[in-house]
Structures are given as structure tokens and as C-alpha cells.
């Protein structure tokens, strides 16, 4: 069983940056594809961006450019650094495990076999 321990949410104003932070506990991290899915209140989840096992980075448009994914093997973490935030960055943030995924199923929620809890992200205008 993989549990995915997310940290690094919080209250920031328009502008700012916040550094979300996930801790799998598995002992193959480097099999997983890591994903970051948001979800806002009244909204379905939706892809923010992901780190492949070949470290390869896929992006949602709205994260582009703004949005920094990275993943540290040694210590089964995956991190997104976000800067430039926006209030419609404002929404519950999840961490996400997918064995063996590639390719373009991973910009999909349902690929994936492992979920954080999530960690609240919110952007004052």
C-alpha cells in the first residue's frame, strides 16, 4: 500500500509563491509517474502538471510558466513550486502516484493508482 503525504498549503496573497511538498511511502518511487491535481469548490478535479519516472515534465496550460514540478528519488518526494499565484489557483491541491504510467494517460486522474489527501491552497486577491 502506497501512502502519499501532502504539506505546503496555505494562505498567500495574488503574487505570491507557496512550495507544496509530497512524501510517498513506497519502496520503488522511481516506478511512478507523480502528478499534482487541483480541485476547486464546485469544479472537478483537473490536471496541474506531472513529473514522469524519466523525469520528463507535462504542464497544465494554466500552470505553464508559472508552476515548477520536481521529484527527488532518494527521499520519495515530489515537490511543486508555485509562483505568480492567482486567485484561481485558490483550490484543494492533491498528490498522485501512477505505476508504471507514461505517455498521455497521465494527464488523466483516472490513470492513477494512488492519492494524497490534498492540502488547501489559498490565493487573496
Known amino acids: 500500500q502506497v501512502q502519499l503525504v501532502e504539506s505546503g498549503g496555505g494562505l498567500v496573497q495574488a503574487g505570491g509563491s507557496l512550495r507544496l511538498s509530497c512524501a510517498a511511502s513506497v519502496r520503488t518511487f522511481s516506478s511512478y509517474a507523480m502528478g499534482w491535481f487541483r480541485q476547486a469548490p464546485g469544479k472537478e478535479r483537473e490536471f496541474v502538471a506531472v513529473?514522469?519516472?524519466?523525469?520528463?515534465?507535462y504542464y497544465a496550460d494554466s500552470a505553464k510558466g508559472r508552476f515548477t514540478i520536481s521529484r527527488d528519488n532518494a527521499k520519495n518526494t515530489v515537490s511543486l513550486q508555485m509562483n505568480s499565484l492567482k486567485p484561481a489557483d485558490t483550490a484543494v491541491y492533491y498528490c498522485a502516484a501512477d505505476y508504471l504510467g507514461s505517455g498521455s494517460s497521465l494527464l488523466r486522474s483516472t490513470s492513477y493508482d494512488y492519492w494524497g489527501q490534498g492540502t488547501q491552497v489559498t490565493v487573496s486577491s
Open positions: 513529473i514522469a519516472r524519466s523525469g520528463t515534465t
